[in-house]
Nanobody, 120 residues
Framework: VQLQASGGGLGQAGGSLRLSCAAS????????MSWYRQAPGKQRELVAS???????YYADSVKGRFTISSDSAKKTVFLQMNSLKLEDTAVYYC???????????????WGQGTQVTVSS
């Protein structure tokens, strides 16, 4: 699975940005995809992912502000970020965890990262 993230940039505190992650490859599992972020000097952290129940998992710091969604036909996952805060500034990565197919496990894949900078 190959991942291409886009949509980062400069956002205002209180504003919104939407990130996109387009997946390519023979077999793609939207449910295996998620968003991580890494702020300067901090460890990479899970921001949002899909869950079997369909409600999505969200880090406490973004709950109620960020929404993960997808367009299965386009093999694309989105991260809608509303009510941006200064502390949302980070490089955002999309990720596809390994999943089992009829031909074996897929690889653990990361997108190239897209910078999100929130200013006051």
């Amino acid at each position: 699975v190959q991942l291409q993230a886009s949509g980062g940039g400069l956002g205002q505190a209180g504003g919104s940005l939407r990130l996109s992650c387009a997946a390519s490859g023979n077999i793609v599992s939207i449910n295996a995809m998620s968003w991580y972020r890494q702020a300067p000097g901090k460890q990479r952290e899970l921001v949002a992912s899909f869950t079997s129940g369909g409600r999505g998992y969200y880090a406490d710091s973004v709950k109620g502000r960020f929404t993960i969604s997808s367009d299965s036909a386009k093999k694309t996952v989105f991260l809608q970020m509303n009510s941006l805060k200064l502390e949302d500034t980070a490089v955002y990565y999309c990720h596809s965890r390994p999943f089992l197919t009829t031909t074996g496990w897929t690889n653990d894949s990361w997108g190239q990262g897209t910078q999100v900078t929130v200013s006051s």
